[in-house]
């Protein structure tokens, strides 16, 4: 039982472009979620989070919007550069004390 | 400060045999989760310890233990190997509770023949 999901295994943007990656969950006890970015052969690295009380927060050229009545998270990067490219996994926590993630979505951004 | 260090990096092993995968967590941080990571599954939570206890645990079968030190370094054994164990094994540590803001480690890559 997937209960945070991301549908879209890759994505391709070109530089300077938005980026613009998506998370659903289905447990409406969630109220705390996380992005994180992973390079190969190192470990994922925290990068941005909202709580259930806001529906957007921004840092930098990074912005997660949060859909709570849609059970729908994304992240904005904008302008997104070739040194984004990596794979970002968002992750839910609420209800119980575990952080649970999604599969993960596979950036691309090429000159 | 220093990061979270995972040993050993790679690990080749064969159907049936056990292996123990340690993690070093941010010198402060009390908290210790495991993560199994495969192709397509995500990041899969195998269990948290909190001073030296397991706090939480994930859909893993017995086979998949851990423990946690005083000093909060820890360790996962994986008794009975199978092919399907073949993962990338990632240990984050965080201050006080998984949920906070975790810092990974670069994993422990095990490759099961």
């Not at chain 1, 997660?64 to 070739?82: D, R, Y």
């Not at chain 2, 990096?9 to 123990?20: E, F, N, S």
């Not at chain 2, 893993?60 to 820890?74: A, D, L, T, Y």
Request: glycine share 8%.
């Amino acid at each position: 039982d997937q209960q945070v999901k991301q549908n879209s295994p890759s994505l391709s943007v070109q530089e300077g472009r938005i980026s613009i990656l998506n998370c659903d969950y289905t447990n409406s006890m969630f109220d705390y979620f996380l992005w994180y970015k992973k390079y190969p052969a190192e470990g994922p690295t925290f990068l941005i989070s909202i709580s259930s009380i806001k529906d957007k927060n921004e840092d930098g050229r990074f912005t997660v919007f949060l859909n709570k009545s849609a059970k729908h998270l994304s992240l904005h990067i904008v302008p997104s550069q070739p040194g984004d490219s990596a794979v970002y996994f968002c992750a839910a926590s609420g209800g119980t004390d575990k952080l649970i993630f999604g599969t993960g979505t596979r950036l691309q951004v090429f000159p | 400060k220093a990061g979270v260090t995972q040993t050993p990096r790679y690990l080749i092993k064969t159907r049936g045999q056990q292996v123990t995968l340690s993690c070093s967590p941010i010198s402060g941080h009390r908290s210790v989760s495991w993560y199994q990571q495969t192709p397509g599954q995500g990041l899969q939570f195998l269990f948290e310890y909190f001073s030296e206890t397991q706090r939480n645990k994930g859909n893993f079968p017995g086979r998949f233990s851990g423990r946690q030190f005083s000093n909060s370094r820890s360790e996962m054994n994986v008794s009975t190997l199978e092919l399907g164990d073949s993962a990338l094994y990632l240990c984050a540590s965080s201050l006080w509770r998984s949920t906070d803001t975790q810092y990974f480690g670069p994993g422990t890559r095990l490759t099961v023949l």
